[in-house]
């Protein structure tokens, strides 16, 4: 076995891009294990579990690009680092990028009617993007981490005097009229709503649902730090005010990890 991590200091790739990056060096001959992702504390835990994480790994910071890889042979591991370089560096043809705003205001100019804007960059720039969609009028997922407790209760205080909707930060996956943001399953259409602190726990109860042939009306994703004593579950509360307001809506599932006690019995004060 050969085992190579390389640290590429600031340099940032949308994580959903990284998965899709690591899935197919994986699937290359003689790749025994790759993981490409940001130095966050989460995926440095996923180089753990595949015995990548290595010092340099374990040093790397949230903005740095991390490669690890174990291949069978020397030979094989080039050919695995030169097969990510070529991903990281392939860019859309020239036609297709004529057609990609470069900022929000360009992209209003092309979509006026857009009322929802998804932000993935770097923590530290998250919450500028944030304020930027919330002053406009438009809800955020906000699928960065890294995002401090106080900076996500302002976003979500925010929100809340606006009358919009604040899914994260560190949202992995809402289902908002039957589409699906973030990673997540496509599902029935139906009755049940959910409003998840936890988004793994969305897409698996949203997935046992589907499966029993019932269905989501909408599926809101608060970020996993919603129900934290800071922020006070000001994004769970806004989610069953809104799904009970929904007709569409019969059943509201609540989904949280753990969460802190205080703000626990306030939520479900209001959910009785």
């Given amino acids: 076995m050969t085992v190579t991590v390389i640290i590429r200091k600031n340099t940032y790739r949308d994580s959903v891009i990284l998965m899709r990056l690591s899935n197919k060096v994986s699937e290359l001959d003689g ?6 992702v940001m130095g966050t504390p989460t995926n440095k835990e996923f180089l753990k579990a595949l015995n990548l994480l290595t010092e340099d790994a374990r040093q790397a910071s949230p903005n740095d690009l991390v490669i690890a890889l174990d291949t069978k042979d020397e030979k094989t591991m080039a050919h695995a680092l030169s097969e990510v370089d070529r991903l990281l560096t392939t860019r859309v043809s020239k036609d297709e990028s004529k057609i990609i705003p470069k900022t929000l205001d360009s992209a209003l100019r092309k979509m006026p009617d857009a009322n929802l804007v998804i932000i993935s960059v770097p923590g530290t720039y998250a919450k500028r993007e944030a304020l930027k969609a919330l002053r406009k009028g438009l809800n955020v997922f906000i699928f960065s981490s890294n995002v401090s407790l106080e900076d996500e209760l302002e976003l979500k205080q925010l929100g809340l005097e606006k009358g919009l909707l604040v899914m994260g930060p560190d949202c992995g996956t809402a289902i908002i009229n039957n589409i699906v943001l973030g990673f997540g399953n496509v ?39 919603d129900l934290s004593k800071t922020v ?19 059943v509201i599932v609540l989904i949280s990890k753990p969460p802190n006690q205080e703000i626990s019995e306030r939520v479900l004060k209001i959910a009785r």
């Fill in 232 to 250: 006070g579950g000001i994004m769970m509360i806004e989610g069953i005010k809104r799904l009970e307001q929904d007709v569409e809506t019969k």
């Fill in 187 to 225: 599902v029935n259409q139906g009755n049940i709503g959910i409003v998840a602190a936890a988004g793994t726990g969305l897409q698996q109860v949203s997935t046992l649902i589907h499966n029993e042939g019932f269905g989501i009306s909408q599926a809101i994703g608060t970020g996993g730090n």
């Fill in 31 to 36: 790749v025994l294990q790759a993981g490409v």
